[in-house]
C-alpha cells in the first residue's frame, strides 16, 4: 500500500471518529430511572407546577424515559419535545452557568421564554433568579460546548 493512500486512510480515519465524537448526544439528568426525576415536564407549563408521573405513561426519548401525569400531557411532549424538555438534560442551570453538570430538583424550576430551567435546590434557584438572563447565556456557551 502506497504512503499517500495508508496517509488518506489515517486521515478519514480520524475525521470520521471526529464527526462521531461531535454527533454525541448531550447527557440528559435522569434519577429513579427516569427524566426529571419522574416529573411530567409538560405540566410545568401546562399547570405552572411539578406534577409527578404515572409510570404507566411514559415515552423514551433521547434514550431515556419521561414519565407523564396524562396521556393529553404525553401526546404534547411526543409532538414537540425539544420545548417541553427541560434546557440543559435537566441538569442544574446555575451548576451548568458555573461550567459544572449537576443533578437538579424538580422543585426548583423556573420558566424563561418558554423553555424550563432546574435548579439543584430552592436556595440555588434563588441564587440563580438574581441574574437568570446572564447564567443563561453562560450555561448556554458550557452546554454547546460539551
Request: hydrophobic share 45%; net charge positive.
Amino acid at each position: 500500500m502506497s504512503m499517500f493512500l495508508r496517509k488518506s486512510i489515517f486521515i478519514m480515519t480520524v475525521a470520521l471518529m471526529s464527526l462521531n465524537l461531535m454527533a454525541a448526544e448531550k447527557p440528559i439528568y435522569t434519577s429513579n430511572n427516569a427524566a426529571v426525576s419522574g416529573y411530567d415536564t409538560v405540566a410545568y407549563f401546562t399547570e405552572g407546577k411539578p406534577v409527578k408521573g404515572q409510570k404507566s405513561i411514559e415515552f423514551k426519548y433521547l434514550g431515556v424515559k419521561w414519565l407523564f401525569s396524562s396521556e393529553a400531557n404525553r401526546a404534547l411532549f411526543v409532538a414537540d419535545p425539544v420545548k417541553y424538555a427541560p434546557q440543559y438534560g435537566g441538569h442544574c442551570a446555575f451548576a451548568m452557568a458555573n461550567d459544572n453538570l449537576v443533578s437538579a430538583d424538580p422543585m426548583a424550576f423556573t420558566i424563561v421564554n418558554d423553555k424550563l430551567y432546574l435548579n439543584y435546590s430552592l436556595a440555588v434557584k434563588k441564587r440563580w433568579s438574581k441574574d437568570i438572563a446572564g447564567y443563561i447565556v453562560d450555561a448556554d456557551e458550557y452546554w454547546n460546548a460539551l
